[in-house]
């Protein structure tokens, strides 16, 4: 490695003044951030029974699964260790916190027109609503905000844009339109991004938790829904605060972007160096469209756990559209039964326990 540096220099001091005058930008976010050890972490202080679930909605199968999971490998076993505390993965969207956080996300960042447009932001929108999307924008752009309501170009704005999104889940799967979600949000910095999920949050934990019909205008047949409103998960919670409290090195993958996973996460204890969401480049302080890999979807999520992890967890939740992540190691393993043979079919051949959705949280207060 010296010499290679050495050779560096060496051409570098030969190199005329114009050629040097210019250094290249660096990217800060072009390989994972380093994650420090679970010993190093703050644990929290354990407030009740470790291995009791008194939340509702668990199967009697599964909750007593999980509890002794807490009381066979969690930190009253004279076994445990700190140097190699055992995993819990658990994934977030619609899962642990119900909706999918980086989807409500997008519906307030189109709703406001709160991008950084530019010619890179545009090439992002699919060509087939491209031109009439930013014909909508320059209209009711220079209207009052408080008339976008009702203006006929903002609504079909929206529905360019949720169109635009709908398109790529159709044309291009899952990882596609769920990584294009995080990379409109180019041209914002790491700290104005994290500042506008956390915001986002806050207000979408109060708002009303529905799915929205998006149309064009009033008579439009063809409505795409989004979702508004996010809620916790109080069971998830509860678990989630049981393995932390008995010594587990818990994960949380998201298919929504890092800044709004961190911040979810962060709601049930979770420390934000063991959340992996959908992360761009950063240059010069301000977010790319290009996608560090891993991402957490489908078979990234299992490939994240090799990257970030490198052990297998004793413990997965998730559902059959991160089937991979379940699949990947052994431990106990729960699927949310979301009523498809299939993955259900597949679960009980494998010996994981089927979970149905859980009950969602109240509204929260300001």
Known sequence: M???????????????KSA??????????????????YKDLKRPRRTGPPEILREAGWKPEVKKALETLVFEKGDSNRNYSAEWPPVAVIVLDDIAFAHHSGEVAFLRLVERAEFRFNDAWWKRIPADYRDRARRDYKRFSERSESTWQHDEDWLDWRKQLFSSYDLICRREGRRACRTWLTSVMTGYT???CEAYMRETVDEALREPFR????RAHAGDEKPIPAPRGVRRVPAMQELVKRLLESGFDVWALSSSNQW??????????????????VRTKVLNQRLQTDIIDPVPIGPGTAESVVVFIGRDPALVVSDSSDIEVLQHGKGLRVGIDRGEPQFNARATDKGWLLQPPLPIGSPEAE
């Open 190 to 192: 790491e700290a104005e």
């Open 20 to 37: 040097q005058a210019a250094p290249q930008a660096k990217s800060e976010a072009t390989r994972p951030r380093r994650r420090p050890r």
């Open 2 to 16: 010296w010499w290679a540096l050495a050779a560096y220099f060496s051409l570098a001091s030969i190199q005329p």
């Open 211 to 214: 799915f929205e019909e998006i």
């Open 260 to 277: 709004v996973a961190e911040i979810v996460a962060a709601r049930y204890g979770i420390d934000p160096s063991r959340v992996v969401g």
